[in-house]
């Protein structure tokens, strides 16, 4: 069953995607990319994602998977050999379950909250909300990480993903609002558990440069600002 | 087997606190209930639960675990008969697909359905009962969405087994027709007739009152806003 052909619909700017790739580069487990174009849904996802026809969806062999977080861990299950990206202990199980929640439902929300802003006193309150929830995942961090270099200890694992994914398009909120989120001084754990991940071999090549994705999010913005008409 | 300590937090109405019960009971897990009163939260409940004070929390030998399904699979885990979550990796992850989609969307349709005044409640039915209607394709062939036994799903949706006929009395909308949802409108007297189900469901007209309330609350929150 492990040995059935993996591919992978996606797109490169996407941190949901990444996270599905981050998670199969650590198994090390071979698969196609299958890169869509945005603006636009191919016929394989539409029939491989009905319900809500998004990407990431895993097509392992016959079998389908979509939303990211069950990609991460139906990834874990199946190629079970070497280390698991979840803790073994339960209940450090439970709390990176918890966080990784924590992140789609508030951490996400909040970052595109910034660029969702239509002006300078929303965008103000914004980027404050999301300086608030980062203070709460430095405080995460020594709770998960207990000392070590990631959230999930000595290696890269399910909450890192979880988190990790949105990095490039931090830096990106960063740059395009000349502000310092994660950073040496607010938040010291999360600025050098930022520069490990980026750094991992399973994450480097698929985290997006900042530039490129830089470039890419003026497209996309300019989007919310004039949203087409329904 | 060390002396075991479970404690849930919960509130006597919370469908959330109700997953991690069924998994408890189903399980077979002495546990003690803790009620607490979301209008005037317990230092303990604001401990264990820091980051959104909500219930359910388990405590475990003294340690808090929250968020209902992260519950749900906490219990699943520690607690290893009955499992509720099937072995196969593809069936976990259907099952847990189903689960998100149950909250993200099924729940979210229903509940903005509900606080729509009587004017808006048509597109409204239509988008809710669009949002079951995967739920009924699931169920083909089978009693619960677990299969024979109830299962992780059946414990994320269990709560339409108790909430719809409240909705149901309170707007007078039937979302789940029998006719048009023969499946799930069985499955819905199949769980909350279940035995160890049926013994914890809050009592019907209680909820109806405290959802009727709640309703009414919202909809004067929103006219002295506009």
């Known amino acids: 069953m492990a040995g059935d052909a993996v591919k992978l619909l ?19 487990v071979g698969y196609e990319f299958l890169e869509e174009t945005l603006g636009t849904k191919s016929q394989l996802l539409l029939q491989s994602n009905p319900v809500h026809k998004k990407i990431p969806v895993l097509i392992h062999g016959d079998k389908l998977v979509c939303e990211s977080l069950i990609i991460v861990q139906y990834i874990d299950e199946v190629w079970s050999s070497g280390p698991g990206m979840l803790p073994s202990d339960l209940y450090d199980r439970a709390t990176a379950r918890f966080w990784a929640a924590y992140i789609d439902d508030k951490w996400f929300p909040s970052l595109i909250g910034i660029a969702k802003a239509q002006d300078d006193g929303a965008k103000k309150a914004a980027i404050e909300q999301v300086s608030e929830i980062l203070a709460v995942l430095e405080d995460a961090f020594t709770k998960c990480s207990k000392g070590k270099t990631f959230f999930g200890g000595d290696r890269v694992g399910y909450l890192d993903i979880a988190f990790g994914c949105f990095l490039g398009w931090l830096r990106v909120t960063e740059k395009m609002n000349g502000v310092e989120l994660i950073s040496r001084s607010k938040t010291p754990q999360l600025a050098q558990w930022a520069e490990r991940f980026c750094a991992d071999p399973a994450v480097k090549d698929v985290m997006p440069e900042t530039d490129k994705l830089a470039e890419f999010a003026k497209v996309l913005f300019a989007k919310f600002k004039n949203p087409p008409s329904q | 087997m060390a002396e075991e300590e479970v404690r849930l937090f919960r509130t006597w109405s919370s469908p959330f606190a109700l997953r991690a019960i069924w998994a ?13 009163n979301l209008s005037s ?3 303990l409940l604001l401990q264990y639960n820091p980051v959104h004070g909500k219930v359910p929390v388990l405590v475990h030998n003294g340690r808090a ?35 998100k989609f149950g909250d993200d969307k099924v729940m979210q349709s229903i509940w903005d359905l509900v606080q729509k005044g009587r004017e808006e409640q048509e597109a409204g039915l239509a988008q809710a009962i669009e949002s079951l209607q995967p739920l009924e394709e699931i169920l083909k ?9 109830i299962g992780f799903l059946d414990i994320a949706l269990g709560w339409l087994s108790n909430l719809v006929p409240v909705f149901h009395e309170i707007t007078g909308l039937k979302l789940i027709e029998e006719e048009r949802f023969p499946l799930l409108s069985a ?3 199949d769980f909350s007739g279940f035995p160890t ?4 469901l809050p009592p019907h007209d209680k909820l109806v009152t405290k959802f009727r309330a709640q309703l009414e609350a919202l909809r004067a929150k929103s006219r002295s806003q506009q």
Do not use: H
Request: charged residues 25%; proline residues 7%.
């Open chain 2, 197 to 200: 189900i049926r013994e914890t």
């Open chain 2, 41 to 43: 939260k317990s230092q």
């Open chain 1, 10 to 28: 996606g797109a490169w700017p996407s941190p949901f995607v990444m996270r599905a790739q981050i998670a199969l580069n650590l198994k090390s």
């Open chain 2, 65 to 99: 675990v929250c968020e209902s399904l992260v519950v749900v699979e906490y219990i699943d885990e520690t607690w290893t008969q009955n499992p509720l979550l099937p072995e196969d990796p593809l069936e976990r992850a259907t099952a847990r697909f189903w689960a």
């Open chain 2, 187 to 189: 499955w819905m007297k």
């Open chain 2, 141 to 149: 062939g089978k009693k619960f969405f677990g299969g024979e036994k």
């Open chain 2, 24 to 36: 408890l009971e189903l399980k077979g897990v002495p546990y003690e209930n803790i009620f607490e």
